[in-house]
């Protein structure tokens, strides 16, 4: 894929694995019994990965296995990880990565596509999500002219079909510059100096970007208000080491009474490498079935 400021970003295409009769049909499909349903009749799910992730990392593969059960699965690498090209710029541009993934999800033929973010992914989402509405416009390249967006904000220019149908955010910050932890104290190393940098890009197979945002992005708890009517599901451990339990309080709180719905899990830790096959199971179901009345 190409993102719209041009970053090629490497992407992987699974179809559902699911026959006719179960769940993940979009509203109104229809499939012979027993045959695999046709895109258009399908969700897709895109699903985003956390810092220094990438589309062939083993917990990336085994949520896309999970979730290919429910719906059709895209997963990419975000700019400066796996083998996309640029730089990691740790959740700012990497919104325009995700439009590019939801966008090519609709090409090959699905009229939903609900995005699924972990950890830095699920920042990205909520951006995504608040920038993205699907409305059709025409702006110059990364200048937003809709009203309640950031014009500053580079995803705020946003391409018809690259919006999400709904929006799953797992162990995603609320605000930025956190520094509360230790873990996030050292990925404030790693992206912030030099040798951090050297470490990232060898240690952890990620290229980072040297400059400061500039403009700082839309914050992830200014971002939930706006997604809205799109159903938003906040995911979070009880045991995260990275954001404590304040931070999908405040998403949540900041969506408002009907906004968002949130799940605590009991013994999670953080992001893809802690989320099990059942709670990913039932991610998917919810992003297939939608929210439970």
Do not use: Q
């Not at 009229?111 to 699924?116: F, K, P």
């Not at 904000?153 to 797992?170: I, K, M, Q, T």
């Not at 309080?249 to 989320?275: C, Q, S, T």
């Amino acid at each position: 894929m190409l993102t719209d400021d041009g970053v090629p970003v490497e992407a992987v295409y699974e179809p559902c694995t699911r026959r006719s009769g179960s769940r993940g049909a979009a509203p109104g499909g229809t499939t012979a019994e027993g045959s695999a349903p046709s895109p258009a009749d399908t969700t897709a799910i895109v699903v985003a990965h956390g810092f220094t992730g990438a589309a062939d990392r083993p917990a990336v593969r085994r949520a896309a296995r999970v979730f290919a059960r429910h719906a059709a699965v895209v997963t990419f690498s975000f700019r400066g990880h796996g083998r996309s090209g640029g730089r990691s710029t740790v959740g700012d541009r990497e919104v325009l990565d995700l439009a590019a993934a939801v966008a090519w999800a609709r090409e090959l033929g699905h009229r939903r596509v609900v995005t699924v973010g972990f950890s830095m992914g699920g920042s990205v989402v909520l951006r995504h999500g608040a920038l993205y509405d699907g409305t059709l416009y025409e702006a110059p390249a990364h200048a937003g002219a809709r009203t309640g967006t950031d014009a500053a904000d580079p995803g705020a220019c946003a391409a018809s079909g690259a919006h999400a149908d709904a929006v799953v955010s797992v162990s995603a910050p609320a605000r930025w510059y956190y520094r509360g932890t230790a873990p996030m104290r050292r990925l404030h190393w790693v992206v912030t100096r030099p040798s951090g940098r050297f470490v990232g890009r060898y240690g952890f197979r990620t290229r980072i970007a040297t400059e400061d945002w500039d403009p700082v992005p839309l914050p992830p708890v200014a971002a939930v208000p706006r997604i809205a009517p799109a159903p938003l599901l906040l995911v979070h451990g009880d045991r995260d080491p990275y954001f404590p339990l304040d931070h999908p309080r405040m998403l949540a709180e900041a969506a408002g009474p009907d906004g968002a719905e949130l799940w605590v899990e009991r013994g999670m830790g953080h992001a893809e490498n802690a989320a099990d096959d059942a709670l990913l199971d039932r991610i998917a179901a919810w992003a297939t079935d939608g929210p439970a009345e």
